[in-house]
Every structure is written in structure tokens, then in C-alpha cells.
């Protein structure tokens, strides 16, 4: 499976955009990109998804470079109950490996 | 409406007890997936069911590990012989085969 490098922890302000880098230098043409996040004591919840176009829903952003080796997730405006740790994920469809493979993720703290 | 549920919620065992984790997945999805968190980690995946077929069991970590889904609904996880290395969060998702998949809550156990 290609590999996905996060930062450890992040800090944002309340109320500020937030943007979670992820690298994935090895994704292959069929990868999809995916991100969960995990709010304290809960299991992880889906947060968006995309190939290779940026792909926005009710949630965040999804910022896609073009030759597809990093992402960003925008959150645009940070509110406390999106302190969580955030997972990028590469999903090959075509591998037919239907789990998720979970690296260490990004501790996200939303300052008041 | 009603997501994917897990119990008990918490699990205290003696070393060397075997113990049984029940996850309800949401009705319909034909894919149930078992992971396992360790303390400060990201979920490892277990195992993975399409309906009553586990079609995937590479993650258990050892054959104390056994997992069934017997009528393509509910699904059990059964740890014999409890060490303490098997102290963790045991995460249950769902999903409509490839798509996002639906995590419960999760049981923590701990063996001592």
C-alpha cells in the first residue's frame, strides 16, 4: 500500500481556516485519497474523499495537487468540536483491499 | 437514525480469559470490518466480512483471535486467552460494500 506522511499535532484558533497537509509521493494512478477523523473517544467518522479533482462538501475541503503526490484538507472555519486527530488514507479500489490502513494521523487542537 | 453499535463499551478481563466483543452494524451493509487501536495509535485492521463470508482475516494477530458473522448481520469477536498485549479499543465499521465505511463507538479492554 503507498504510504501517507502527516504531521504529528497541529494547533489552530477558533473561528480560523485550517489547513492538514498530507504527502503521499508513492500514490498510484488508481488511489483514491480519503480522510477520517477521530474526535476524542469515538470511533473514526468519514470526512471527504477525491481522485484528483478538489472536491468540497458540508464538512471541508479537499485540495488535491496536480501531479498528486500531497493533498491538503481545509476546514474553513475551525470550531472547537473539530479538535480530533485526522487520517489521510489511500484507498486502491482497483487492489481490491477493502479495509482502511491508518497511519498515525494529525492531532488537531482548536484554541478558544 | 441508528449507527453502527458495540458492546459492552468496556471490557475488564483477567489474563488468561477469553472474552466476546459484539458489534451491530447498520442494516444493509453487506461489509463489516474489525479494527484494533492501541493507546496514542491509529485502527489496524483485523478482519472483514461481506455478509456471512470473512473474506479477509490477515490482520488477526493471532489464532487466539477469531472472528464470525453468521447471519450476515451482527458480528462477534472472540479474544481466547487473554493477554495484556490485547489491551486496546476494538473498533467495528460498516459499509455498503465500497463505500465510507460507519464506525461504532468501540469496546476497550482491559486485560490484567
Known amino acids: 500500500d503507498a504510504k501517507t506522511t502527516q504531521p504529528n499535532s497541529m494547533e489552530s484558533n477558533e473561528e480560523e481556516p485550517v489547513h492538514l497537509p498530507c504527502n503521499h509521493s508513492?500514490?498510484?494512478?488508481?488511489?483514491?485519497i480519503h480522510w477520517y477523523r477521530q474526535l476524542p473517544s469515538q470511533g473514526p467518522e468519514y470526512v471527504i474523499h477525491?481522485?484528483?479533482s478538489n472536491v468540497n462538501n458540508r464538512m471541508a475541503s479537499l485540495a488535491i495537487a496536480e501531479d498528486r503526490k500531497s493533498s491538503t484538507l481545509i476546514l474553513h472555519r475551525a470550531t472547537l468540536r473539530d479538535a480530533a486527530v485526522y487520517y489521510c488514507?489511500?484507498?486502491?479500489?482497483?487492489?481490491?483491499?477493502?479495509?482502511?490502513?491508518f497511519g498515525s494521523g494529525t492531532r488537531l487542537q482548536v484554541q478558544p | 437514525g441508528a449507527g453502527v453499535s458495540q458492546s459492552p463499551r468496556y471490557k475488564v478481563a483477567k489474563r488468561g480469559q477469553d472474552v466476546a466483543l459484539r458489534c451491530d452494524p447498520i442494516?444493509?451493509?453487506?461489509?463489516l470490518f474489525w479494527y484494533q487501536q492501541a493507546l496514542g495509535q491509529g485502527p489496524e485492521f483485523l478482519t472483514y466480512?461481506?455478509?456471512?463470508?470473512?473474506?479477509?482475516k490477515s490482520g488477526l494477530p493471532s489464532d487466539r483471535f477469531f472472528a464470525e458473522r453468521p447471519e450476515g448481520s451482527v458480528s462477534t469477536l472472540k479474544i481466547q486467552r487473554t493477554q495484556q498485549e490485547d489491551s486496546a479499543v476494538y473498533l467495528c465499521?460498516?459499509?455498503?460494500?465500497?463505500?465510507?465505511?460507519?464506525f461504532g463507538p468501540g469496546t476497550r479492554l482491559t486485560v490484567l
Open positions: 442494516s444493509g451493509h453487506v461489509s
Open positions: 488514507i489511500l484507498r486502491d479500489f482497483d487492489a481490491g483491499r477493502r479495509a482502511l490502513t
Open positions: 465499521a460498516s459499509s455498503r460494500d465500497w463505500g465510507e465505511q460507519f
Open positions: 466480512f461481506q455478509n456471512e463470508a470473512q473474506l479477509d
Open positions: 508513492t500514490i498510484s494512478g488508481t488511489d483514491y
Open positions: 477525491g481522485l484528483t
